[in-house]
């Protein structure tokens, strides 16, 4: 099998949104339905993944800004920040690839695509985790599989150091490459 190449953009009319089925109903109505409305509103930022000419939505992710009480932590990572306020996080919202995918490494890549742009707004925010919300134990089990850790056994509230997440690329932390290309694979 050849390499899949995608190319991971914002999301823009000339998306086929309409065609997208990841197995998941919520998640395919975001896209479908909400998604443009999030970023006209600048609730979220949402990426896509096409193979190169193609309008044909692979996958996609939304990221937005978020807080997390520190109670809400991991008690692992809570002791070791101040005992005050909210943490500083970005949010992984959604994260879905089409099931015309699946076996592609698509997930992956989108998960990839998404972490180097958060590690990137660090340059210029305070971002100390990134934080997913698993739909379901198959999206847990894949985050966690990709170095996520939860409050609890039971929770579907997932975290990731953004210094975990710049160690796992190869950065200092704070030290992202500027995004240069869309090429992610």
């Known amino acids: 099998m050849s390499r899949l190449r995608l190319v991971i953009e914002p999301l823009a009319p000339q998306h086929d949104r309409a065609g997208f089925a990841c197995?998941?109903?919520a998640l395919d109505d975001y896209l479908k339905r909400r998604a443009g409305q999030d970023v006209r509103r600048?609730?979220?930022?949402?990426?896509v993944a096409t193979e190169p000419g193609s309008s044909v939505?692979?996958?996609y992710f939304a990221l937005s800004g978020f807080a997390v009480?520190?109670?809400d932590m991991p008690p692992d990572l809570a002791r070791k920040l101040p005992p005050h306020g909210d943490v500083p996080a970005a949010l992984i919202g959604r994260l879905a690839r089409d099931l015309r995918y699946r076996g592609r490494g698509v997930g992956e890549i989108l998960l990839a695509d998404a972490l180097?742009?958060?590690l990137d707004a660090g340059r210029t925010l305070g971002i100390h985790a990134v934080v997913v919300d698993a739909i379901d134990d198959e999206a847990k089990a894949f985050y966690l599989s990709c170095g996520f850790v939860a409050a609890s056994a039971q929770a579907r509230r997932l975290f990731l150091p953004a210094a975990t997440a710049a160690r796992a690329a190869g950065l200092a932390p704070g030290l992202a490459p500027r995004p240069?290309?869309?090429?992610?694979g």
């Open 23 to 25: 197995g998941k109903p």
């Open 42 to 47: 600048q609730i979220a930022r949402v990426f």
């Open 57 to 59: 939505v692979a996958g």
């Open 69 to 71: 009480a520190l109670a």
């Open 116 to 118: 180097r742009r958060i």
């Open 180 to 184: 240069g290309r869309d090429d992610a």
